[in-house]
């Protein structure tokens, strides 16, 4: 629909006598002016003017050094920054408790809350809007990596039977998880009012809960891993009751209009599936507006499982018209077809992961229509601060 490249220029035939221009019209060979594809239109997200659609989302990358945020990290994201852009800083742990792998950041120490802050700054000097994707893996972990070794927690004891990769390297066992006393379930809420807290001190726009792929939220919500008896387990509302009091408190700590959060109801992440994903993403859509919170993103049913896309009956239809703040979508995403979920308002703001890890100029790309460059998997979680991290060439480098 959208296949124009922008920068084809058209020009206008000669006239065969010199006519006095009048205001307005566009004189003899001169270009007119390019289409704007859907993705390249501004967007009002509450108070934030974006001037395009194409958001970078969290992007775990495992280069944050024992928790905290590293000078490379600086580098990173203003590479991948536009004016008027919106980017959504990487999966941060929100206590030292939330160990699910090594180097990745987190916000609960005045340490690591300074080391954003230069990260944040680059950003904003280049007129980007930044929020912090705030998180907690529950059972997606290892006790190796908790502090004192002790037992990851989650809302069930069920364990997954996966191994911990890195690059397709197994690293360990997934430990057996501890299901969390009804009592400390407040404490988890409390930590991710924290880190909200923290992000805001940071410098950062708003906080996105991360409540999608398989992850402590996830396991509460999704009825294949959640086989609780208390006032969190067993009905739709009660699993996702958890999922909600961190909304609530998150929205209370720093504003609902600086709150965003990520769900995946469709997917079956880290044997975390529900067997009515409809119902979940539709009450999870309606229930989010009591908090009036600025935004929900949602990964694509096609994407069930991590990276590649499937066949599926179920679209976010509903869940869009169901909620009224702004929704973003993500998942297999390629230019054609984010323009055409903003041509039909199927979302507001369409996410794109591996290719703006690998295009740091991506709007401009998908601008001119140019070529993309290639992402390598095989480097997406080195430690390396350089290597399939800073080094993607931007489009007037390229040959």
């Known amino acids: 629909m959208y296949k124009t490249p922008i920068g084809v220029f058209h020009s206008f035939p000669k006239q065969k006598r010199k006519k006095p221009q009048r205001k307005g019209q566009v004189q003899d060979n001169m270009p007119a002016q390019p289409p704007t594809i859907p993705l390249l239109t501004p967007y009002k997200m509450g108070k934030f003017n974006l001037s395009h659609r194409i958001v970078l989302p969290p992007l775990g990358r495992l280069r944050s050094y024992n928790n905290i945020p590293q000078p490379h990290a600086i580098l990173y994201y203003s590479q991948r920054t536009s004016q008027g852009g919106l980017l959504i800083a990487e999966a941060t742990f929100v206590s030292d408790t939330d160990q699910g792998w090594v180097n990745n950041p987190g916000l609960w120490t005045t340490e690591q809350v300074e080391a954003w802050k230069p990260i944040v700054d680059a950003v904003h000097a280049k007129g980007g809007v930044f929020f912090c994707q705030i998180m907690h893996p529950g059972r997606v972990s290892n006790s190796g990596f908790q502090p004192r070794g002790q037992t990851p927690i989650s809302s069930t004891d069920k364990p997954l039977t996966s191994q911990i990769l890195t690059n397709g390297v197994a690293l360990a066992e997934y430990t057996p998880p501890r299901r969390l006393r009804t009592d400390e379930i407040p404490q988890i809420v409390n930590d991710f009012r924290l880190a909200a807290r923290n992000a805001i001190e940071a410098g950062f726009d708003g906080v996105e809960i991360h409540g999608a792929h398989g992850y402590l939220i996830d396991q509460f919500m999704k009825d294949q891993v959640n086989d609780r008896t208390d006032e969190y387990g067993g009905s739709l509302e009660n699993r996702c009751r958890f999922a909600l009091e961190i909304v609530e408190a998150v929205a209370n700590e ?137 080094d993607y060439p931007f489009l007037e480098t390229t040959a």
């Open 254 to 390: 720093i504003g609902a209009d600086k709150v965003g959060i990520r769900l995946s109801p469709f997917a079956d992440y880290m044997e975390s599936g529900d067997s009515n994903p409809k119902a979940l993403g539709l009450y999870m859509a309606k229930s989010l507006n009591k908090y009036g919170i600025l935004y929900c993103h949602v990964v694509e049913p096609r994407m069930k499982t991590a990276g590649d896309k499937s066949e599926t009956p179920y679209s976010l239809l509903p869940m869009r018209e169901a909620f009224k703040g702004t929704f973003i979508a993500a998942g297999g995403f390629d230019r054609e077809d984010g323009n055409n979920a903003v041509a039909k308002g199927h979302a507001d703001l369409i996410a794109y992961g591996r290719w703006f890890l690998a295009n740091p100029d991506l709007p401009k790309r998908f601008e001119l229509n140019a070529p993309l460059n290639k992402y390598n998997r095989e480097t997406f979680y080195t430690s390396d601060p350089v290597i399939g991290y800073n």
